[in-house]
């Protein structure tokens, strides 16, 4: 298995600009998280589908942020518009069972 | 609010030496508690998986050992390389399924 895969690895945007960070978890997961690291405040869970339903979003900081999930097999993070407090390394992660979590690479946003 | 606190934040010790890396969590309530490591720049790999049932858990060089009433949770390293270097983060999971984390342990093994 691949694994979870992220794209794009790298994004740089400027201010006020549409961001999309897209996740494919791994095959069979019925789990998917978006978490998103900073030096100042760790990793922080974003929000979270069960079975592509959106369960827990309360982490999501503004209403610039939104999160899909339209099948089993894909997920979008949108940032729009985007803001440079907004740069981060963003994490998908996706799980069965509610045993371990596997995460993607990251995506690296810098927003200027 | 559960809340994941590791310490040391960061630790530097010469190769060979046996190490442990200390988590404690404030809501015992948890339903498992993961060991990752981060390389720089990298994404986390899952070290270990501790149930809340269980008390220990190995995997060649390392152990973890879990305890509830207490909150606490220890990562230990028998006999370090340098290729341990790495940040370490303790993340319990919460009732949502959803993993809470601690700021991590950067841990440096000196040759």
């Known amino acids: 298995d691949a694994g979870v895969i992220q794209s794009p690895r790298h994004e740089v945007t400027e201010m006020g600009q549409e961001v999309t960070l897209r996740c494919k978890p791994i095959?069979?997961?019925?789990?998917l998280f978006w978490y998103r690291q900073t030096m100042m405040r760790g990793l922080e869970l974003l929000i979270y589908?069960?079975?592509?339903?959106?369960?827990?979003d309360s982490g999501m900081p503004e209403d610039r942020f939104s999160a899909k999930m339209p099948n089993a097999s894909f997920s979008t993070l949108k940032i729009q518009p985007s803001e440079p407090r907004d740069s981060a390394v963003y994490f998908c992660?996706?799980?069965?069972?509610?045993?371990?979590?596997?995460f993607g690479p990251g995506t690296r946003l810098t927003v200027t | 609010k559960q809340e994941v606190t590791q310490i040391p934040a960061a630790l530097s010790v010469p190769e060979g030496e046996n190490l442990v890396l200390n988590c404690s969590f404030t809501?015992?309530?948890?339903?498992?508690l993961q060991w990752f490591r981060q390389d720089p720049g990298k994404g986390l790999t899952s070290l270990l998986l501790?149930?809340?049932?269980?008390r220990e858990q190995t995997s060649g060089r390392l152990n973890a050992s879990l305890d509830k009433s207490s909150g606490r949770s220890t990562l230990y390293i028998a006999a370090s390389q340098p290729g341990d270097s790495a940040t370490y983060l303790c993340?319990?999971?919460?009732?949502?399924?959803?993993?809470?984390f601690g700021k991590g342990t950067k841990l440096s093994v000196k040759p």
């Open positions: 992660a996706s799980t069965v069972g509610g045993l371990e979590q596997y």
């Open positions: 095959s069979g997961h019925n789990s």
């Open positions: 589908f069960n079975n592509n339903v959106p369960i827990d």
């Open positions: 809501d015992s309530a948890i339903y498992n």
């Open positions: 501790i149930q809340s049932s269980q």
């Open positions: 993340a319990v999971r919460g009732s949502q399924g959803n993993l809470i």
